[in-house]
């Protein structure tokens, strides 16, 4: 029997204790040099990109000679207006890309020794930096492409007693906080989850993002009749076999599952306004399953370095604290 790739010395180009032992000096070095990988470590001006600048002996800033812009390593980055240190947000990506299921926010703030909240909110950060690292379609050209929903959130906690307890399937007992993550997984390509109500409202989002020209298999669900009419859609029934030799989901399962194991064992709760980042989180795992710890931690701080500030993520705490005060 073969070696798993994470158990095999491949998987293993990155060690955590040489990122924990930089000093600040060497983390910006090495921040840098992510950043500006272009002019070999060179810094320009993000905002009018000329190369014409220079550095600050007192402060650790930069100063454009042509806009008169001052900026810093982390200026126009998703890490912008950071407290934390620099060597602190390079150890927080290796750390998060380490999880082959994730890294909850929780033991996030504890490996840093930071507040929950930071943690979060850094975690985020991350997951929108590497999810705006994907592709808006999959298939074409009679390519693969299997399409599967899945169902997260919406609990309700059955009543103690018997005689009181309700059933849980029907709509009326139900809280309305359940959604659906669709995953479009292109065989040997890429994968492209988006959360919707229910399967059937998939449809339309499904035809937008998948390209003509697919062959599409899905199972005997009804919500994906209608795909019929735009592709050659090949359906397995999971009743009576979950590969029948010409059609089967079990990698679009295979996605499910990461993102189950997750939910279970490492964050606990990922329904809710943050299922499509935890979705687009483990679908950029799922992809890069085969890719060692430290290419993987050099693709997230460069789709961390080229990511523009996020407007949802800088300042998110300051703004909920206006918003309940206003309530």
């Given amino acids: 029997m073969s070696q798993h790739f994470l158990l095999s010395k491949a998987a ?7 990122v924990a032992r930089m000093s600040e000096g060497e983390a910006r070095e090495a921040f840098t040099a992510i950043r500006w990988a272009e002019t070999a470590g060179k ?3 993000p905002r009018c990109g000329c190369a014409s600048v220079y550095a600050y002996a007192s402060r650790r800033i930069y100063k454009c000679q042509g806009c008169k812009h001052q900026f810093t390593i982390t200026s126009g980055t998703i890490f912008a207006s950071r407290k934390l240190p620099v060597r602190d947000i390079l150890l ?13 926010a929780l033991q996030l703030s504890r490996d840093l020794n930071v507040q929950y909240k930071t943690a979060f909110v850094l975690a985020h950060k991350i997951r929108e930096a590497i999810a705006s690292e994907g592709v808006s379609k999959v298939g074409g050209n009679g390519k693969p492409v299997e399409i599967d929903g899945a169902y997260f959130g919406g609990y309700i906690k059955p009543a103690n007693w018997r005689e009181h307890r309700r059933d849980r399937r029907l709509a009326r007992n139900q809280n309305g906080k359940r959604r659906c993550v669709v995953v479009m997984r292109e065989r040997r390509g890429k994968t492209l989850p988006f959360i919707c109500r229910t399967e059937d409202q998939a449809v339309p989002e499904i035809k937008d993002r998948v390209a003509a020209g697919s062959v599409v298999y899905a199972d005997e669900a009804g919500g994906w009749e209608p ?7 090949k359906r397995i029934n999971h009743k009576e076999a979950y ?3 010409e059609a089967c989901t079990n990698q679009a399962e295979s996605f499910f599952s990461r993102i189950r194991r997750a939910e279970i064992g490492t964050h606990h709760h990922i329904a809710g306004p943050y299922l499509a980042a935890y979705a687009d989180e483990m679908s950029w795992r799922e992809d890069n399953r085969r890719t060692s710890n430290g290419e993987l931690y050099l693709m997230a701080a460069n789709a961390a370095v080229k990511h523009p500030t996020s407007k949802q993520w800088k300042g998110y705490w300051q703004r909920r604290v206006i918003r309940e005060a206003a309530e």
Wanted: with cysteine; glycine share 10%.
């Fill in 12 to 18: 293993r180009s990155l060690s955590l204790s040489a």
């Fill in 43 to 45: 810094p320009f001006c």
């Fill in 92 to 104: 927080a990506i290796a750390i998060f890309v380490n999880g082959a299921k994730g890294h909850s």
């Fill in 227 to 233: 795909l019929h009419a735009r592709y050659l859609t």
């Fill in 243 to 245: 590969s029948d030799g």
